[in-house]
């Protein structure tokens, strides 16, 4: 409570560092803070290009997204963009730009907004803008399914496997959640990623690949999602 109005415009990253840097970049404004034992998370007001948007640092796992989503919505918030990381769960080159277009709900928080259902569908609209802004820079970027989950040492070599059978590619904690939760409320939700982890080989092997020390990656992430975000 106690906030003001959010711009219609919100850009979630999990990339601190990068959204500090825009901060700076474009004189941004604290107007709000989500409250957590964490931290506290502040959302930024400023102008790019002509176009009023705020900024904030997204907090990890589905039951915390959760909050965080309600929050910006209830403020006044209209379109979400989410721009993050995600390992995946094939060879896919580091760094590169994953386009989810539909998450597989194996969280909780989705189960609290819709109907059960194994998918949940991302929004056309969004999903469009980020074709039209990569096709623009000529960047290749996959399209896929995403498993969204929170057992977070419950990804097996079985369950990786199972998981691939039924098309998901990537795999982040938040995608689901936030897309039921925009359904829920009428509003609109897109998701960006990038690869950093890879879980298809064994777990003694496992290659975290410094994905988030990948400052160029995100970086490019962050301003791709925000200029997609910019066409909303």
């Known amino acids: 409570g106690g906030f003001g109005k959010f711009p219609r415009l919100c850009l979630v990253t999990f990339f601190e560092e990068v959204l500090a840097e825009a901060v700076e970049r ?10 957590s034992e964490m931290k506290d998370f502040h959302v930024y007001w400023f102008t790019v290009e002509g176009t009023e948007l705020c900024a904030i640092q997204a907090v990890v796992a589905s039951g915390s997204i959760a909050m965080m989503t309600e929050m910006l919505y209830g403020c006044g918030v209209e379109v979400i963009v989410c721009c993050g990381g995600c390992g995946v769960l094939e060879d896919i080159p580091e760094g590169a730009v994953i386009l989810p277009v539909r998450a597989l ?19 056309c609209g969004p999903i469009e803008c980020f074709r039209k802004v990569l096709a623009g820079y000529g960047i290749p970027y996959i399209e896929c399914a995403t498993w969204s989950r929170d057992g977070f040492y419950r990804e097996t070599k079985e369950m990786v496997a199972y998981r691939r059978e039924e098309g998901c590619r990537a795999v982040e904690m938040e995608c689901a959640t936030m897309a039921a939760i925009a ?10 990623l990038y690869s ?9 092997d496992y290659d975290d690949r410094d994905w988030n020390r990948n400052v160029s990656a995100r ?3 962050f301003y791709l999602a925000m200029e997609a975000l910019r066409m909303l």
């Open 26 to 35: 474009y004189g941004g404004e604290k107007i709000g803070t989500y409250v």
């Open 105 to 123: 709900r194996d969280e909780g928080a989705s189960y609290k907004y819709l109907p059960p259902a194994r998918f949940i569908e991302l929004d």
């Open 183 to 192: 359904q829920f409320r009428g509003k609109v939700f897109g998701q960006l």
């Open 196 to 204: 950093g982890d890879i879980l298809t080989g064994d777990a003694e």
């Open 219 to 221: 970086e490019r992430l």
